[in-house]
């Protein structure tokens, strides 16, 4: 008591003083505990705790990670450690329970003491980053013995805290790795550096064998005396540490260092020594799957995996090589696929284009040749008497559907040479409404099909080209109308979004197949009887030329919805257009 009330004076003391951080204030016989250890470290040098408890049990375990704890902050000098070691203890709630020695720590379990509780309590303090890596590398031996102890209650510890276990990777190493099974993605190395992502792997295959390797002789000697053991270490309760000051600064010489030696460490396990291999087999399965994307992309997976499958005759082993090198196979296949069919399809449009360039001059002439016969035609059959009266209404029929063809025809020719030409665009001040009046006025809409407009108030006026816009608006409002052979509902909204304009054309119309979206701005890929595919990769083309973009959503049956996005005030424009868009396909 005398003590206790001595420590608690002295403590109070050098706190009111600023000597000391309130964190020192701790309840009952701790605080005696805490003023000896102010006392050493202040006018004495400080002395580490021989670890000689080297016993199975909690108690035993738990002062074993306790005095390592409590010698990692010998030498602090009162700093933020030390602090944190004692701060560790009141939050952990077991001051009444820890007694300190020159020769020993001691847990001392009484009743009403909850392992479950307490190790929920430490794991939380370690998730908010006040200990070093180290120190939590050290507390597997207490997850082991907290498992063996509480068996199925366990669990729950593991499901509470799973994050944290990932993260830090000490769920790799309980009891072997048996509890991998609750993890179904690990994503904790994917911001490291590819170094510490190379030996956070390693350490993780090396988890579930540390405790064999520990306990064998042979294994012992080989992992010693190879040079891994200068950057990692294997406690006597087979927990892994990586020593950062000693690491090599590039991620191929750690993956040459350690690769050759764990392929000899797992044969000597799964073939040399008797032993269940299944377990572990299925433990190092799930290590390398759950850590299969950095692998890879290091260069570890097919190294090692190819390593061990020729080293170790187990099934397990090679299927799971065999099936790495199947996705390898295939994932080489579409790659190969795709820059074929990408070369394809650049080669195809080169002569395209300069199947345009040529056919579009050459057609262009004799076409405006016959649109002016055309004409003359027409005025012709003016000057018929009117006996002739029938002959003349059959001529005009006759004149009207030869023009609607070449129409048709011209179309097809500037289709051809908007494609495969650059587009400059004519910038103007232009009003939307006034140009979808001026859109409308010029199609013929079916008496079936009802056409509405809805466009937002306040919009101001656009600088864009209105005659590339007329262009676009025209072949969109005409494949709506298309698509509802049997009449419908087009509806063209307008509305701002942010710094864009968005233009929307929803049809009631038959829709478009998922099979079909993804080419529907492909240049010749068209779902039509008649027709050459250009419609919707010209006005793609056209809509880019002032940075916008077109995308369409769809659904077979249930008509589309064909989307433009236009800037207010675009960027000056290249001469050239960059070909680059959105595509957003609605589920």
């Not at 073939?271 to 377990?279: A, H, I, L, N």
């Not at 012709?380 to 006996?387: E, I, P, Q, R």
């Not at 010029?442 to 509405?452: K, L, T």
Request: net charge negative.
């Amino acid at each position: 008591m005398v003590f206790q009330v001595f420590g608690i004076l002295s403590t109070n003391a050098l706190i009111s003083l600023n000597l000391l951080s309130p964190l020192f204030q701790l309840a009952g016989i701790f605080h005696f505990l805490t003023f000896l250890s102010i006392w050493y470290a202040v006018f004495l040098k400080e002395k580490k705790i021989p670890l000689s408890v080297m016993g199975k049990g909690f108690p035993q375990v738990y002062s074993s990670f306790l005095t390592i704890y409590y010698n990692s902050v010998v030498g602090s000098r009162l700093g933020e450690e030390a602090f944190g070691y004692t701060a560790f203890i009141r939050k952990s709630k077991i001051e009444d329970h820890v007694s300190i020695d020159r020769d020993k720590m001691t847990l001392r379990e009484t009743e009403g003491f909850d392992i479950e509780e307490l190790v929920n309590k430490n794991l939380a303090i370690f998730s908010r980053g006040h200990v070093g890596d180290e120190v939590i590398d050290h507390y597997l031996r207490v997850l082991n013995a907290a498992h063996q102890e509480l068996g199925p209650r366990f669990d729950e510890i593991v499901k509470t805290n799973l994050d944290f276990l990932k993260n830090s990777d000490l769920i790799y190493g309980i009891s072997g790795g048996e509890y991998l099974r609750e993890v179904v993605e690990d994503e904790s190395l994917k911001d490291l550096d590819d170094v510490e992502a190379c030996l956070r792997i390693y350490r993780r295959i090396l988890l579930p064998v540390a405790s064999t390797i520990r306990g064998n002789t042979r294994l012992w000697e080989m992992f010693s005396e190879n040079r891994i053991a200068e950057t990692m270490k294997i406690s006597d309760y087979g927990e892994v540490s990586i020593n950062h000051q000693l690491i090599d600064r590039q991620a191929q010489d750690v993956i040459d260092r350690f690769n050759p030696i764990l392929s000899r460490i797992y044969k000597e396990i799964l073939v040399d020594t008797p032993t269940d291999s299944d377990d572990l087999l299925r433990s190092l399965r799930v290590v390398l799957t759950l850590n299969k994307d950095k692998a890879v992309a290091l260069g570890i997976y097919p190294t090692l995996l190819g390593s061990l499958a020729t080293k170790i005759p187990k099934t397990q082993i090679h299927r799971l090589y065999s099936g790495y090198l199947e996705e390898l196979i295939e994932e080489k296949t579409r790659e190969l696929r795709k820059t074929q069919e990408s070369l394809l399809k650049s080669q195809r449009l080169a002569v395209i284009g300069e199947a345009a360039a040529m056919v579009g001059h050459d057609l262009r002439n004799p076409l405006q040749g016959i649109v002016n016969l055309l004409f003359l035609a027409e005025k012709k059959t003016t000057l018929l008497s009117a006996d002739q009266n029938s002959i003349t209404m059959d001529l005009r029929q006759i004149l009207k559907t030869i023009g609607e063809q070449v129409g048709y025809m011209n179309k097809i020719v500037s289709d051809l040479q908007d494609y495969a030409r650059p587009i400059t665009a004519k910038l103007a001040d232009t009003s939307m409404p006034q140009l979808l009046d001026e859109i409308l006025s010029g199609i013929i809409v079916p008496e079936n099909v009802r056409v509405s407009i809805d466009i937002e108030e306040g919009l101001p006026t656009l600088l864009l080209d209105p005659l590339l816009i007329k262009r676009v608006f025209t072949n969109l409002i005409t494949n709506a109308i298309q698509a509802m052979p049997e009449g419908g509902q087009l509806t063209i909204e307008v509305s701002r979004l942010e710094e864009m304009l968005v233009i929307r054309f929803k049809d009631t119309g038959v829709g478009i197949s998922e099979d079909n979206l993804d080419n529907l701005f492909q240049p010749l890929f068209t779902t039509k009887a008649k027709g050459q595919g250009l419609g919707l990769a010209v006005c793609k083309r056209l809509v880019e030329a002032i940075h916008g973009d077109i995308t369409v959503e769809s659904e077979s049956g249930r008509g589309s919805t064909f989307i433009v996005r236009i800037p207010y005030r675009p960027k000056p424009l290249d001469k050239t257009v960059q070909h680059q868009y959105v595509l957003v396909i609605k589920e």
